[in-house]
């Protein structure tokens, strides 16, 4: 039998349901086997179970047992494990494996705190406290600078699974099958919620949306689906979308409602590259308080995270290729003499995006005095103004 059709068309066990389930099988099982009863566990292994059909849950408990007569909070990552292979079926989503941190973001402190703040909020003590469930956010600016990297450090800061919507793939080749695909993705990620759902280059799926009408309304009926989901959905499926080309967005996804909230990205400011340049000098295994760390910031201005990370990379293999001797911090200044920045390449484009921020979305970061090229000084003072 088809996996993906039992996930999609029958009604999965809720957490009422689950947590029967789970103590017929207890006292089932009462002489044999042992399932843990302390009651942060048991939602634990509820959030765990959820998205699989009765009869799985039924069989991944018995599994479990079987092995020490025991089910507690050492068998969850094999429960999770046995949800990631749901996902894999279903075609339309990714599960992405979890390796990154908040950690292994330099700056964003705004984006970071608020990230914190909402990890609490979509708890379900919050729900029985009066709070509604959070949305997601919508995160734009610059490329580089850490928008897909944030919305991978949210879901195992969050201890959640990651899924990743790839909405270029959604739009199939037969009449129909686009908003079958969208829809199947939405109901898959209800499933094994709570998880995060990671929309990348949104812009990529409804670019134009409402301006031409190229594909009959496909795309327009795609994003109504999206929409409208986003505005009703009462699940914890966190949404984090990423768009780098914003002004290619509908107006529609933009209001509120939708996102709890838009943030802008911009590129780093000093100290968010002495940040960067620390964390991806840590990626490399290497000591970041052995280098000049206020220098490299210092020759770094309108360097993005991703062209930071570009030449710590390249110091690091020559460094490897002069014999294998340790990396210096003369080998990265090297390497930044030899680069030039995105923000030199792109600065109108960088201008463009920043004048589109301005009014519309919150920015990611707290240190604006610094900004980098290239700048609008008008945008800086509003800026603080907002904060
Ligand atoms: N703020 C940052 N802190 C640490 N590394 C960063 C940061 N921004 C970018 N990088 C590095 O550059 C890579 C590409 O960044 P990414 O998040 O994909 O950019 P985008 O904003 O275009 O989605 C990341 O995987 C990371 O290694
Ligand atoms: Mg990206």
Redesign the pocket.
């Known amino acids: 039998m088809e996996k993906e059709i039992t996930v999609v068309d029958y009604p999965l066990p809720d957490r009422e349901e689950l947590k029967r389930i789970i103590d017929d099988m207890a006292t089932m099982y009462k002489d044999k086997a042992v399932i843990d009863t302390d009651p942060s566990f048991r939602e634990e292994l509820v959030d765990a179970l959820l998205g699989m059909t009765q009869t799985e849950v039924e069989n991944i408990i018995a599994r479990v047992l079987v092995v020490d007569a025991r089910l507690d909070a050492k068998d969850i990552p094999e429960i999770i494990q046995e949800k990631i292979q749901i996902i894999r079926k279903s075609g339309v989503l990714e599960f992405y494996p979890l390796n990154?941190s908040l950690d292994?973001?330099?700056?964003?402190s705004t984006l970071k705190k608020w990230l914190l703040r909402k990890r609490v909020c979509f708890q379900s003590k919050a729900r029985e406290y009066g709070l509604e469930m959070p949305k997601g956010v919508l995160?734009t600016?610059?490329?580089?600078?850490?928008?897909?990297?944030?919305?991978?450090a949210v879901a195992s800061e969050w201890k959640m699974p990651l899924l990743r919507f790839d909405i270029g793939k959604v739009f199939g080749m037969y009449v129909g099958q686009s908003e079958e695909n969208v829809r199947r993705a939405i109901q898959t990620a209800e499933s094994i919620a709570p998880c995060v759902l990671w929309i990348?280059e949104l812009e990529k799926g409804f670019a134009g949306v409402g301006f031409t009408d190229t594909d009959s309304g496909v795309t327009s009926r795609v994003f109504g689906t999206f929409i409208t989901w986003m505005q009703e959905k009462m699940n914890p499926v966190f949404v984090v979308a990423?768009a780098?080309d914003v002004s290619k967005l509908p107006p529609e996804l933009l209001r509120k409602g939708r996102f709890d909230e838009i943030f802008f990205?911009d590129l780093?400011n000093a100290k968010?590259r002495e940040?960067?340049f620390s964390?991806?000098i840590k990626?490399f295994k290497r000591n970041p308080d052995i280098f000049d760390l206020s220098s490299l910031t210092r020759y770094s201005e309108g360097y993005?995270?991703?062209d930071?990370?570009g030449v710590v990379k390249a110091a690091l293999e020559e460094a490897f290729l002069d014999n294998g001797r340790e990396l210096t911090t003369e080998d990265i200044f090297l390497q930044i003499k030899q680069t030039l920045p995105l923000s030199a390449t792109m600065k109108e484009r960088i201008d463009s995006l920043r004048n589109w921020a301005v009014n519309r979305a919150r920015p990611a970061s707290s240190q604006w005095e610094e900004i980098p090229v290239p700048s609008i000084e008008n945008f800086s003072q509003r800026r603080k103004l907002e904060l």
Request: neutral net charge; glycine residues 18%; hydrophobic residues 30%.
């Open positions: 990154e292994s973001i330099g700056g964003l995160l600016g610059v490329p580089g600078c850490g928008k897909s990297l944030t919305a991978k990348d990423t780098n990205v780093p968010e940040e960067v964390v991806q990626k993005t995270g991703s930071i990370k």
